[in-house]
C-alpha cells in the first residue's frame, strides 16, 4: 500500500529555518516521509518527518535505522570545507 505524507507549507518552512538557521544547507530526500538537511549533503544534521511534521537530529534514537542512522551532526564551519556559498 502506498504511503502518502504531506505537510503545510508554512511548517515546512518553519522546520527547515528551523534545521538551518539561517545558513546555507542541502536538502535530500530519504524516503517519502522524511528529508535529511545539513550543511554537507553527505552527513546531514537532521531529518525533518513530514508525517508527523517534526525534526528529529540525525543522532536521536528516533532515526531511521539506516544509514542515517549512523551519520553524527556536522557543523558548518569552513575548517572543515562543507560551507558552500549560496549563489542567489
Given amino acids: 500500500m502506498a504511503n502518502i505524507a504531506f ?11 528551523t534545521a538551518t538557521a539561517g545558513e546555507d544547507a542541502f536538502v535530500r530526500v530519504v524516503n517519502s516521509n522524511r528529508l535529511a538537511i545539513g550543511c ?12 508527523r511534521e517534526i525534526l528529529v537530529p540525525c543522532n536521536s534514537v528516533e532515526a531511521p535505522m539506516s544509514l542515517e542512522t549512523s551519520m553524527r551532526p556536522s557543523a558548518c564551519s569552513a575548517e572543515n570545507g562543507s ?6
Avoid at 505537510?7 to 529555518?17: H, P, W
Fill in 40 to 51: 554537507d549533503p553527505f552527513h546531514p544534521a537532521y531529518l525533518i518527518d513530514i508525517a
Fill in 7 to 17: 505537510a503545510s507549507v508554512g511548517k515546512l518552512i518553519e522546520l527547515l529555518n
Fill in 83 to 88: 560551507v558552500r556559498a549560496s549563489g542567489d
